[in-house]
């Protein structure tokens, strides 16, 4: 019986190797958490990759050439995230796409930056698709890194002020993050636009992440403090209790969120989510004809409604594809020229067109802010709730400005 | 529970071949750069920090017998020290960079001496449970304490050059993690052997008569939690100065569970065997990885299996079998035969089914269902596009598991028998030397 | 007065559902010595299982087919995996377990994807029970709650009013003499298992609809489980209601604290002592780490229930 154990790990070795043979070298590797505690995020970005890289098959390809995508998975840690920079730059890639959460992304903008620095006939372009720290394009900005997703400045303000335009707001604000880079920027962005926006924070709240089973303490201390709306950048679980310990506390406060949408909370949350509002990239009955075609469309390629961070991946595809169609043949896979391009492109978005700004390689791209209503024309999750569009914003409305902590060093 | 490999001599025959064994082993991984590329290379420095990592793991559980659940603390605050002091270096401190991870094993040294001190007054499970306790506390107090540790975004530096060493091309890297290992093996190998090591394997035996033999075992045992703790710290240390980066992530379960599963797998009983288990492991997990998105799965499976028919691990086997051929005994290689080929179709079918079901339960399956018209499109598994509702496929699939289930029926209780034969006779043999 | 209402209430029925969990781990840790660790993802099954099962035969039927299909799967992998580890000791049973509770989470994530799955309380059992101040209870809390205890009371009469329970309390104490005896212990401890798994699996169909189901909860109240079992003692009954309500109200409580450590030093008189970074952090931020605290404590202090031989 022990002898054969040996060979059953050579058994499934072989296999799976073998497996592998049919998986061919592509052009543009993406690093998504595919396992691992965010693999629930990296299924979104994955749908988001398979649509767009299809649409841009579809129509062609660039340059007359197919491209397609090649996932490398990081596992969700940073040490995964890492390796698979190094897997995909030492099989030859120039162009990486990465997805996932905010810390990974630092890890490897930080490790290509010092590639870059220590091989610069040989650099590496990155696209961090979905990353929302801000030091990213702040402290952090390199001239090679490029972020298509949102930061929490833009999501605080594009929701305030959508619920203070529609008088929704009110005058007390509680806010509520996790205790991490991502919360603290929410918890700060809520506070710096009190002022402009003319409410009062009335508490904050900033806790573990992941850890807290019961969020009743909380729910207490929000109805304590009066607070009217209740501004948190939460995601997965810790979105989920919360929502579930407002509801069965008849709390009469409305949540603003960022990450309502994602695939399985709306479900998870059930009635709880009735009313409360989140600003995301695409909400289908905001967009019109156009918008409806885009969901069907997306449902149709990949099984799956385009939420929340699948979105930024199709956006993040199109400016790349139209980048690599804007410079010269041989400049392809160049990565200081397609860079370059990236800077000046537009490409089409439901909602509006979007750009890269080439102060900080920071995108500037519309939010919807939608109400979870049964109303909604379109359904979520598999639940009889979906969006329903408050307010759009153009990408005017929901840019914050650079505040010149961005220090690029350009190439010659 | 026996170790049969320190209860026998190496015959000298078999210590030349073992030697030998090494020699090459070692000239092969020094000559690992010129015929492998960058992905493997990188591969092979985290294989070394795995390996020394397990290697201090099982100081506590192969000599100590004492298991621990919670060591991604110790990995982790030597990692973080270590980083710590290149930020010093590339701040002007003239600390010459090689001795880096000797930072992280001494920071890890400190504090496991603390540690151990608390978690070895229990042993067994309560033991076990201390160091869950230990490690869930540091990990709260580390994630709070940003302005040490740097949160989630955690602290970044560079290696700074020293002397005729640029350290900054993944070459340099991988010779000096290479080489860090390897001369703390040998000094682990060299613990072992010597009376310390003797004592400690004594109190995993019989406590009590140790201590009447006039030993302090608390001491001794803290003492070796904390060597323990050390060279998983220059480990940790390593891994700082591969990454040139650490975060708070390190201090998280999964490194604890990782270093216990690389050295179940590899076998606590032989030296090296937690050396196995970690390659194993992480080559696995950095190819296959690629390759399937169920890896996780397929490694649990493994996982069990081990535990279940090789609870000595995969060395444990190479020691059985080494004990089964000095018993006079030859090998059946007929059954051996039989054995591998049932297990290869066991596991090529096991395999043909997760990856159909993983397929076939994706949302894009069943989009691909609709817009293609098909109502079971095909899966790719092996290279070859299986349509799940043929005949074919799923009479296949039936065949291999029979043809495997057939092979493996007869030689399932007889090898069970012979394990406890194995493990009953060598309890009951006098202790011809150790 | 209202709050301290509410977070106590809120505290003991978060007991409660810890409890549910570590009933079944801390006796058959008293029993069999075993720690297993696959425990907490019984409960992860019982929850998918009555997901899976009541879109067929409705939430009720849905909570008896969790129940009996974790009890029969707890039975298999005993009989099957565990029997066949035992002659090798402890050790590896409790790796058996690890790598159960590693395995299982896998095949979790293969069959029902990585994202959490909609089990949520039926429509008709959304209704408030009572109301304190401004907050409503609802009755789902309280069902919870009213579960948890009849598993207690249940539990605790058929080891002490049955034959059985009898037999099952010998074996904990002397399994070769109840074996010596003419039992047939090896059953015994089957059927422990068995019902141990249940009632883990029984906790997930209840609870799981409350609190998100997504492969990731055995990993979330597995900890908490380990902790209350320590602290309570193993295989006492008693000591897991106890120590899971200690915790649960200690943990309410803490979060509801809004002061910071720098203000608890400072009372004290030890402003020397307020590091920055350090002294700002709030005591409810540490909410979770306290239960690790105590079992550290705990275990140092007085690990109650150990018996001797089974270090």
Request: glycine share 10%.
């Amino acid at each position: 019986m022990k002898k054969k154990s040996i060979i059953h790990v050579a058994g499934i070795f072989v296999s799976a190797m073998l497996i592998g043979s049919a998986i061919a070298q592509t052009q543009i590797d993406v690093i998504l958490p595919i396992t691992g505690p965010t693999a629930g995020t990296g299924e979104l970005f994955k749908n988001g990759v398979d649509f767009a890289f299809g649409e841009a098959n579809d129509a062609g390809g660039v340059h007359g050439q197919k491209i397609a995508p090649r996932f490398l998975d990081d596992g969700g840690t940073t040490q995964g995230g890492t390796d698979r920079l190094r897997q995909a730059i030492s099989g030859g890639a120039k162009i990486i796409l990465q997805g996932g959460g905010s810390a990974v992304a630092a890890a490897i903008s930080a490790d290509v930056k010092r590639w870059n620095e220590r091989n610069p006939d040989n650099p590496v372009l990155l696209i961090m698709m979905g990353a929302e720290a801000a030091q990213l394009t702040k402290k952090d900005c390199h001239f090679y890194a490029f972020r298509t997703s949102t930061n929490a400045d833009m999501r605080v303000k594009a929701l305030v002020k959508a619920l203070s335009e529609n008088n929704r707001i009110g005058s007390k604000v509680f806010a509520i993050n996790q205790d991490y880079s991502w919360g603290r920027e929410m918890d700060a962005a809520v506070k710096e636009n009190a002022a402009p926006y003319k409410y009062q924070v009335v508490g904050s709240v900033l806790h573990d992440v992941n850890k807290i089973q019961d969020f009743s303490p909380y729910v207490e201390r929000i109805r304590e403090s009066g607070a009217e709306t209740v501004i948190t950048g939460n995601w997965a679980r810790d979105l989920l209790l919360l929502m579930q310990s407002v509801a069965s506390a008849n709390l009469k406060a409305k949540f603003a969120t960022v990450f309502l949408d994602e695939k399985g909370n709306i479900a998870s949350a059930g009635r709880a989510a009735i009313g409360s509002y989140v600003a995301t990239p695409f909400v289908a009955e905001a967009g019109g004809a156009e918008g409806e075609a885009y969901l069907k469309k997306f449902n149709e390629k990949t099984g799956a409604n385009p939420v929340s961070a699948g979105n930024n991946a199709v956006i993040a595809i199109r400016l790349l594809s139209r980048a690599i169609a804007a410079v010269p043949d041989k400049d392809m896979l160049n990565p200081t020229a397609v860079a370059l391009a990236l800077e000046k492109t537009t490409a089409p978005w439901v909602h509006g067109e979007v750009s890269i700004r080439a102060e900080d390689h920071q995108l500037r791209l519309p939010l919807v802010v939608g109400e979870v209503s049964t109303e909604a024309k379109f359904k979520l999750d598999g639940t009889d709730m979906g969006l329903k569009p408050v307010k759009t914003l153009t990408a005017a409305e929901t840019e914050v400005l650079p505040d010149g902590s961005c220090q690029m060093q350009r190439p010659k | 529970m026996q170790y049969l490999s320190e209860n026998h001599q190496s015959t000298d025959r078999e210590k030349i071949f073992i030697l030998l064994l090494l020699v090459f082993l070692v000239v092969g991984l020094f000559a690992l750069p010129y015929f492998a590329d960058m992905a493997f290379i990188n591969a092979m420095v985290l294989v070394c920090i795995a390996a020394l990592y397990a290697m201090g793991y099982n100081l506590l559980w192969g000599q100590a017998g004492l298991i621990s659940f919670g060591h991604a603390t110790y990995f982790a605050f030597g990692a973080s020290c270590t980083i710590m002091m290149m930020a010093g270096i590339e701040g002007g401190s003239s600390f010459p960079t090689p001795f880096l991870p000797l930072v992280g094993g001494a920071a890890s040294f400190l504090i496991g001496i603390v540690a151990g001190w608390f978690a070895t007054i229990r042993t067994g499970v309560y033991f076990a449970m201390i160091t869950v306790a230990i490690t869930e506390l540091a990990r709260a107090i580390v994630q709070r304490w940003d302005t040490v540790f740097g949160g989630e975004a955690g602290i970044t530096s560079i290696r700074t050059a020293w002397g005729p060493f640029g350290f900054q091309k993944l070459i340099d890297v991988y010779y000096f993690t290479l080489v860090w290992t390897i001369i703390c093996i040998i000094l682990l190998w060299f613990l072992q052997k010597s009376p310390v090591g003797m004592v400690i394997r004594g109190i995993r035996e019989q406590e009590e008569r140790v201590r009447f033999l006039g030993y302090d075992a608390h001491a001794l045992k803290t003492l070796v939690f904390a060597i323990s703790a050390g060279v998983s710290g220059m480990a940790g240390g390593l891994l700082a100065f591969t990454n040139e980066s650490t975060n708070v992530t390190l201090y998280e379960g999964a490194y604890s569970t990782t270093v216990l599963i690389n050295t179940v797998i590899g076998g606590a009983g032989v030296f090296l065997g937690p050396v196995v288990g970690a390659t194993l492991t992480t080559l696995f997990g950095y190819y296959i990885a690629n390759l399937t998105f169920h890896w996780l799965l397929y490694m649990g499976l493994l996982f069990i299996v081990i535990v279940v028919c090789a609870p000595r691990g995969i060395t444990g086997l190479g020691v059985d079998a080494v004990m089964h051929i000095r018993s006079g005994a030859r090998l059946p290689w007929r059954l051996i035969c039989k054995q591998i080929l049932g297990w290869l179709l066991l596991s090529i079918g096991s395999v043909m089914i997760i990856e159909m079901i993983g397929a076939v339960l994706q949302p894009s399956y069943g989009a691909l269902a609709r817009s293609s018209g098909v109502a079971w499109p095909p899966v790719n598994v092996f290279g070859i596009n299986w349509s799940p509702s043929s005949p074919l496929t799923l009479s296949g699939i039936a065949l291999i598991f029979v043809v495997a289930l057939v092979l493996l029926r007869d030689t399932a209780s007889s090898a069970h028998r012979n394990v406890l034969k194995l493990a009953g006779a060598i309890v009951q043999k006098p202790e011809a030397g150790s | 007065m209202d709050q301290f209402l509410i977070a106590l209430l809120n505290g003991l029925v978060y007991g409660l559902l810890v409890f549910m969990v570590s009933a079944g781990l801390t006796l058959v840790f008293g029993m069999m010595g075993v720690l297993n660790f696959a425990h907490a993802s019984f409960y992860m099954l019982g929850a998918y299982a009555a997901f899976f099962s009541g879109r067929y035969v409705g939430f009720w039927g849905g909570l008896v087919v969790a129940t009996v299909t974790v009890g029969l799967f707890g039975l298999f992998s005993e009989r099957l995996l565990m029997r066949k580890v035992r002659s090798f000791g402890h050790t590896q049973e409790l790796l058996l377990t690890y790598g159960l509770f590693f395995m299982l989470e896998e095949v979790v994530k293969l069959l029902f994807g990585p994202t959490p799955v909609a089990y949520n309380v039926p429509d008709e059992l959304r209704f408030t029970v009572f109301m304190i101040g401004n907050s409503q209870f609802p009755f789902f809390r309280l069902l919870m709650g009213i579960t948890a205890l009849v598993m207690f009371f249940g539990t605790y009469a058929a080891l002490r009013f049955t034959r059985i329970g009898l037999i099952v309390r010998a074996a904990v104490e002397r399994p070769q003499m109840v074996s010596a005896l003419g039992h047939n212990v090896s059953l015994v401890f089957s059927g422990l298992f068995t019902v141990g798994s249940a009632l883990a699996g029984l906790a997930g169909a209840v609870a799981g609809m409350y609190y998100p189901t997504s492969p990731a909860m055995a990993q979330e109240l597995g900890s908490i489980v380990f902790v209350v079992v320590v602290i309570g003692g193993l295989g006492s009954l008693n000591g897991a209601l106890a120590a899971s309500l200690l915790i649960g109200v200690m943990t309410s409580f803490a979060v509801g604290v809004d002061s910071t450590f720098g203000d608890l030093l400072r009372a004290l008189g030890l402003d020397v002592f307020a590091l920055p970074g350090f002294e700002a952090v709030q005591f409810s931020a540490i909410a979770g780490v306290l239960p690790y605290a105590l079992m550290l404590f705990v275990l140092l202090w007085r690990p109650a229930g150990f018996a001797g031989n089974r270090a």
